[in-house]
């Protein structure tokens, strides 16, 4: 693997590239490299934004040995490389549900602290930022496994519907009403929250 890789995967790479790149990892494995340089930055946040930067490296690191274990097995038929990984990421998150449920309660716990100097409208972003993050916290906590699978894939991951259901293995269409009943629960949570605080 390359070390400093560039981050070129903030969107779906290009059909034919990626095409071309999947065709090269059946003949040379070496090309697994270009895999890791595209990815690998988004895969890390995703799994930061779910279990910690502490985690983020480890676990990022293990998707791609996993996925290069794995590269014979990839079919691009059934989706491209993209939703491939952040499946593999996801059921990695999975066996790490206690880091990812102590991570949501210390978020809870921890407010923001607002800087004293910089841009007025900064410091107010701060500081309702902080408000809202224990509530988010306990309401993400709250949530099934599959809905917030869908929702944090969404979110932090920036996948569409279709890539959501590459990666999970369900119908898009399940993605999107995963997606649906997770935001109903976050504003049920929120609602509550603000109605009882």
Known sequence: MTAGPVDTAAGPADAADEAELVAELRDDPARFAAV????FRVIYRYIAGRLGPQHADDLAAETFLVAYAKRDRFDPARGALRPWLFGIATNIVRHHRRVEAR??????????????????????????AGRL???LARALRSLPTRERDVLLLV????LTYDEV???LGIPAGTAGSRLSRARAKLRTAFDQETNHG
């Open 103 to 128: 991570r949501y309660q210390a978020l809870a716990r921890v407010p923001v602290e607002v800087a004293a100097e910089g841009p007025e409208d900064r410091a107010v972003d701060i500081a309702a």
């Open 133 to 135: 993050r224990p509530r």
């Open 155 to 158: 979110t932090l991951g920036g």
């Open 165 to 167: 259901g590459q990666s």
């Open 36 to 39: 890791y340089d595209r990815y």
